[in-house]
T-cell receptor, first 109, second 117 residues
Framework: GQNIDQPTEMTATEGAIVQINCTYQ??????LFWYQQHAGEAPTFLSYNVLDGLEEKGRFSSFLSRSKGYSYLLLKELQMKDSASYLC??????????FGAGTTVTVRA | DVKVTQSSRYLVKRTGEEVFLECVQDMDHENMFWYRQDPGLGLRLIYF???????EKGDIPEGYSVSREKKERFSLILESASTNQTSMYLC????????????????FGQGTRLTVV
């Protein structure tokens, strides 16, 4: 596999900011995805990074550094509905996605 | 609204039974995938298909086979179910050609929770 590592769990307060890190060891890939998965539901697409740098989409931003083997997902102005698992995934050739184990984020009032 | 539909949300089967999991997508996507999701392990790719009648093994194909006779349908087959195949199974599809920056996001079905007893 791609040895994709994410923290298992994170807890934050409503209105705060949380950063979910994703590190990986692989020789090459097309791009890096972040997905959100609420309990009992399907994963849904959040963001995609193909070049190094920051991609911003409203309250969510994702960053990629290929040279450092590192990405993060930044969630701002946390809301209760953001409590979910966040999955980091690498896309290699053939459009196959390899996923990390996911980070469960719990937002507390 | 785009949709990937899996035939069952919950299934209970006996050891040794043949199990068919069906997946249909209405987006005319070329690529289709089967993953299983287990606590602490994340999503692991079982098989994927990039065209009708074409298939490739993923990371954990042992004990599984697939069928893609039509573009919109991708079936996962457990020829002789075992207890270690108890899991959540997720089907996904994606287009072959990405958007301007190459984004070929995958759309997932709701999942089938299979229990083998």
């Amino acid at each position: 596999g791609q040895n994709i590592d994410q923290p298992t769990e994170m807890t934050a307060t409503e209105g705060a900011i949380v950063q979910i890190n994703c590190t990986y060891q692989t020789s090459g890939f097309n791009g890096l995805f972040w997905y959100q998965q609420h309990a009992g539901e399907a994963p849904t697409f959040l963001s995609y990074n193909v070049l190094d740098g920051l991609e911003e989409k409203g309250r969510f931003s994702s960053f990629l550094s290929r040279s450092k083997g590192y990405s993060y997902l930044l969630l701002k102005e946390l809301q209760m509905k953001d409590s979910a698992s966040y999955l980091c995934a690498l896309q290699k050739t053939g459009y196959k996605l390899s996923f990390g184990a996911g980070t469960t984020v719990t937002v507390r009032a | 609204d785009v949709k990937v539909t899996q035939s069952s949300r919950y299934l209970v089967k006996r050891t040794g039974e043949e199990v068919f999991l069906e997946c249909v997508q209405d987006m005319d996507h070329e690529n289709m995938f089967w993953y299983r999701q287990d606590p602490g392990l994340g999503l692991r790719l079982i098989y994927f298909s990039y065209d009708v009648k074409m298939k490739e093994k993923g990371d954990i194909p042992e004990g599984y086979s697939v069928s893609r006779e039509k573009k919109e349908r991708f079936s996962l087959i457990l020829e002789s179910a075992s207890t270690n195949q108890t899991s959540m199974y997720l089907c996904a599809s994606s287009r072959a050609i990405g958007t301007r920056n190459g984004n070929t996001e995958a759309f997932f079905g709701q999942g089938t929770r299979l229990t083998v007893v």
